[in-house]
């Protein structure tokens, strides 16, 4: 068979978007910048900065909190991180909202930037400011980010509930925040057969990157082989004998977010391997319930004789017995 | 560990001296959680602690201590101290600049409490039994199950079947100055401990054995991040090595005194367990962004894996490989040599050129070359018994494949705010996943899909997103389907099927790479009038349909799940929270039964399962403040599984299998009184049942079947129904 010719697709493909994306800019280049339409709402009189011990005054409560904030840190430093730090760095400058003196018929009031009001978008391109890098790279790809999922809807900055120095969540960890919109989630994790999620060993993030990612799903890794290869690096290979459809995804046979199969599987053996093996003799037979007396059907399964099934590297392994 | 625990310490220590050094110190709401606790369980069900461990008499809950001075901050938080799930994790931050964390964690998974096995170590996987027993079997087959059944139950000890994987972390980030970025992380992974692994002997012999584990994993990576104006580099590398140390398993077999070709094979059993690896990664990624929300990325990694463990020999059976005259020269190499290149890279651009418009395009492209050596071999002994020649015209026809893969998919997702309370979109994606040395080698699926959210008023949102994707292969291939390439002819005769079967029989299109049709729905409403008051709920279907091609193999798989969440928090005094969860799932799969060497073309032999799965889920908690000083909390969840495993076939005589059925109760009650101004007492209740119903892990045996000739020696590792209470006193004291 002719080998596809991949190349091709990776150039079109390399080209295309970036042409794509200048066409998308020429449509919006009559119009202002991203940057202006994140900015505070504008005032007759142009707001100044006016300094964090001045939001003090009013704000006690979040100033104080700031103080033990991994933001403040960062106020520390000065300009080393940005051009601003501290209250105004986020919210903007608060000259007029200071003037306003809590007045909010006063223009001045609603000059600086409320993260309750502001678009999703415009409220994350603030925090995208600093968080540009590292674990945010691919943030604006993100499926979080294309739904609108602003950064401050996970992320408390004036009052986290998560302890330990934890990412300042809205909630006491990553799994309850995760499962109040992945509702789903929170059934298949109290399966039988489930990751260390409960118990507290693992969480979402431990797989994932909710900030976007190189791999599908936001995972964290390229793709999914090399996500569970992080952990069960013994199934790396490669192998003499490879088992095609788990060199190509663990998925194929596994549920990671829990099954109520042993092993997370995403069915009971020996139905889940009776899927692609219908062989003569055993591997196609019909064991039903006079059958229980069955070492194929019993304990194992399959794989109490094929243990061998992520791959063998024994030259007699071809059929993962050994 | 003690040398890790050491340097924590040490850390610690100079953490805080450099902290007060660097001027007055203060305290960020620092505690300890410590009591005693005292528990039973109703029977030794594995699946109580199998991810951690219940402390019994007194344990360390968790501490946390935050010293702040000047421009540094260290942070020591624990949990389960001391114990097998323990998690520690110090943090050293000066400023904004730098930042240094150190972690440890152990995650304990423990799959029976009740294992016995009869065999002995002598060394790390070699498993010995009782000469006067082989032989005794050997000599008198007939009496191998009363032997054995006697043996087992009066001699096999029981054996922990556990391991422990312990995380070592580091990390250090760097910010020398504006725009720059770099980071240094590493990770040390051992686990050991032991798990039920098969091994058999001839074609009816299977052997549960307590695999030694003993493995370690090294990650260590750098990565370095450039940051100004719109544009955003990154640059990283990294390593991994994975390291078994127990390779393979040498076991006794308890048939066999003596080596013998055919019949029950070898006297000991060579298996050769998971090989060491290293893999080796570069990643280069490159941001810029312009006006209009506008970002474009590229990312560009390249890594290989190798692994070059030696090969085993064809057998560790003597009359085998004197008969076949085998020796190390008849392997095709003495070790794999295996090397696989990957390259992944996305390139993705997104947007927002006009306010009500977004979009975001992404190619992702992920090449898995496998440029091992592929090698032709004489054939095998698969159970260490009977020696398979594999030849075709003359031919040795047994090739070990280098299995590759290429993955690429370009998706498109662009919204339109039609109004502020109504906003649709569309989605795109086109998928081709290329492979070699299967029947199909290439196929490409089509996803179309829409997406929808409305605001129908301020406190309500509703989202729905769906998804039609329709997979194709290009063609497929009927000699890579029945393995002519690599099982072939035993003798000379062309294309004559491998007698001794494990030939695919037509009709079958393996699900993974069968054409598909798939339909997605997920649909979500929420209600939030107030801070007080979070209520959603949302249903999931999916249905993916095999049948169109497929004579045998997965039918079809349907899938309905409804989730409702709701938070409320009434006044000051009392929070409220609750879930609950439905699910229903169906499988349909067909088979052809043949017993016989042959391929049967006989419809008649058809046989089906219809696999059916409800499950439902619920919890409830609530925080309430009675009086003063005190605080009740409780949480219940609930989960349950039934499956039904429907089967028939054309005599329609098929007995269906017994149901399966797992639920969990779980419950933890604390009542918590402020003693002093700083200090808490906690009182706890936890109440657990579960209750499991398994044809297939229920009353696991030593020996099985318990009449008749048995074909199987097990852990006896049977999962059992248990409850467990267990009771609490603890004291939590902050600084």
């Known amino acids: 068979m002719r080998r596809p010719p991949v190349i091709i697709w990776v150039l079109i493909g390399g080209l295309l978007l970036p042409a794509g994306a200048a066409l998308l800019i020429a449509l919006g280049a009559q119009t202002s910048s991203a940057q202006s339409s994140s900015a505070p709402p504008a005032s007759t009189t142009a707001p100044t900065y006016v300094g964090s011990e001045t939001c003090k005054g009013c704000h006690e409560d979040q100033w104080n909190a700031f103080q033990s904030n991994p933001h403040h840190r960062a106020e520390m430093d000065g300009k080393v991180i940005a051009d601003r730090t501290g209250c105004e760095s986020c919210h903007g400058p608060g000259s007029a909202h200071a003037e306003a003196a809590g007045d909010r018929n006063n223009p001045g009031f609603a000059t600086i930037r409320n993260f309750k009001t502001i678009k999703p978008a415009e409220a994350s391109a603030v925090c995208a400011g600093c968080h540009t890098g590292s674990e945010q790279f691919q943030w604006s790809q993100s499926p979080h980010a294309r739904n609108d999922v602003a950064c401050v809807r996970c992320h408390s900055i004036h009052h986290p509930q998560s302890e330990g120095g934890g990412p300042m969540l809205n909630a006491t960890d990553v799994n309850h925040l995760c499962i109040t919109c992945h509702k789903e989630k929170s059934i298949a994790l109290a399966r039988s057969g489930h990751m260390p999620l409960r118990e507290g060993s693992m969480n979402c993030a431990s797989c994932h990157n909710p900030h976007g990612s190189n791999g599908p799903k936001m995972i964290r890794a390229a793709t999914v082989n090399d996500l569970c290869y992080t952990c069960h690096a013994d199934k790396r290979g490669p192998m003499l004998w490879e088992h095609a459809p788990v060199r190509e995804n663990c998925l194929n046979c596994h549920q990671p977010h829990g099954s109520n199969n042993d092993k997370v599987l995403t069915g009971k053996r020996p139905f889940l391997c009776q899927r692609c093996h219908v062989g003569t003799r055993h591997p196609s037979t019909l064991y039903d319930y006079p059958d229980l007396v069955s070492n194929r059907l019993f304990n194992r399964s399959c794989t109490n004789c094929h243990s061998q099934i992520h791959g063998s590297n024994h030259p007699s392994g071809k059929y993962f017995l050994r | 560990m003690t040398t890790f625990r050491t340097a924590m310490i040490t850390a610690l220590a100079c953490g805080v001296a450099l902290v007060a050094i660097g001027g007055e110190s203060r305290a960020q709401g620092n505690q300890f959680t410590i009591g005693g606790q005292w528990w039973d369980q109703s029977a030794p069900e594995a699946k109580y602690q199998e991810f951690r461990q219940v402390p019994f008499g007194g344990f360390v809950q968790s501490f946390l201590v935050r010293e702040m001075a000047g421009r540094n901050t260290v942070t020591l938080w624990g949990a389960n101290a001391i114990r097998a799930d323990q998690a520690t994790r110090l943090t050293w931050n000066n400023g904004a600049r730098w930042r240094v964390d150190l972690g440890y964690a152990q995650i304990p998974h423990t799959f029976s409490e009740i294992a016995r096995w009869g065999w002995f170590q002598s060394a790390p996987g070699v498993f010995g039994l009782p000469d006067s027993l082989q032989a005794a079997n050997q000599r008198t087959p007939a009496n191998y199950t009363k032997n054995m059944n006697d043996y087992l139950y009066s001699s096999a000890p029981y054996i922990p079947l556990t391991h422990t994987t312990k995380n070592t972390t580091a990390r250090i980030r760097v910010r020398p100055a504006r725009g720059w970025q770099f980071e240094l992380k590493a990770t040390d992974r051992t686990r050991d401990g032991s798990k039920a692994y098969g091994m058999s002997f001839g074609f009816n012999t299977a052997l549960e054995n307590p695999e030694p584990i003993d493995q370690r994993t090294v990650d260590a990576e750098g990565t370095a991040d ?510």
């Open chain 2, 226 to 735: 450039y940051h100004r104006d719109r544009l955003t580099f990154q640059a990283g590398a990294g390593l991994s090595t994975f390291d078994n140390h127990v390779s393979e398993l040498l076991v006794d077999n308890p048939k066999r005194l003596t080596d013998q070709v055919n019949g029950d094979g070898a006297a000991v059993g060579k298996m050769d367990l998971y090989p060491d690896n290293t893999t080796v990664r570069g990643t280069l990624s490159v941001g810029y962004t312009l006006p209009r929300y506008t970002a474009l990325t590229a990312v560009l990694q390249v890594a290989q894996t190798t692994q070059n463990d030696q090969f085993l020999d064809f057998t560790n059976n003597s009359a085998l490989n004197s008969a076949q005259k085998l020796t190390r020269d008849s392997l095709a190499a003495q070790s794999l040599d295996g090397k696989a290149r990957q390259i992944n890279s996305v390139v993705s651009v997104s947007s927002r050129p006009i306010g009500r418009l977004d979009g975001t395009a992404t190619f992702r492209y992920t090449d898995y070359d496998n440029r091992t050596e592929e090698r032709t071999w004489i054939g095998m002994a698969p159970y260490e018994a009977t020696w398979q020649r594999f030849v075709q015209n003359g031919q040795y026809a047994l090739e070990s494949p280098a299995l590759d893969n290429k993955q690429w998919s370009t998706d498109l997702d662009v919204n339109y705010a039609f109004t502020p309370r109504v906003r649709a979109g569309g989605i795109a994606e086109y998928h081709v996943r290329d492979r070699n040395d299967r029947e199909v080698e290439k196929d490409k699926e089509t996803i179309l899909g829409a997406r929808l959210r409305l605001l129908p008023i301020d406190a309500v949102t509703v989202t729905a997103r769906y998804t039609h994707g329709d997979r194709k292969a290009d063609q497929f291939l009927t000699d890579d389907y029945l393995g002519l390439k690599t099982r072939s002819a035993i003798g000379s005769t062309p294309n004559l099927y491998d007698s001794l079967g494990f030939i695919e029989q037509p009709g079958l299109r393996r699900f993974d790479v069968a054409d598909r049709k798939e339909d997605h729905l997920i649909s979500d409403i929420a209600y939030s009038p107030n801070d007080r008051i979070d209520l959603s709920g949302s249903y999931i279907y999916q249905r993916d349909d095999f049948a169109r091609d497929t004579t045998l193999g997965l039918q079809e798989v349907q899938l309905h799940q409804i989730a409702l969440l709701g938070v409320i928090h009434v006044n000051a005094k009392l929070d409220l929270n609750g879930g609950y969860g439905w699910g229903k799932g169906k499988t349909f799969q067909r088979s052809r039964q043949s017993n016989a060497a042959n391929v049967s073309y006989n419809p008649v032999d058809n046989w089906t399962a219809r696999i059916n799965e409800q499950e439902t889920y619920a919890s409830a908690g609530f925080d309430w403040l009675p009086r003063n000083r005190v605080t009740v909390s409780a949480s219940y969840t609930f989960s349950r599984d039934a499956t039904d495993y429907d089967l028939d076939n054309g005599a329609h005589n098929a007995v269906d299998l017994p149901s399966t059925f797992y639920r969990l109760h779980e419950s933890v009650l604390d009542v918590s009184w402020q003693w002093l101004k700083s200090t808490s007492v906690i009182g706890r209740w936890g109440w657990e049942q579960y209750s499991v119903d398994d044809f297939a892990t229920e009353d696991v045996p030593l020996i099985f079947p318990t009449t008749g000739t048995s074909t199987a020696i097990y852990l006896g590792d049977s999962s059992q129904s248990y409850r467990a209470n267990r009771l609490a006193l603890l004291v939590r004291h902050t600084f």
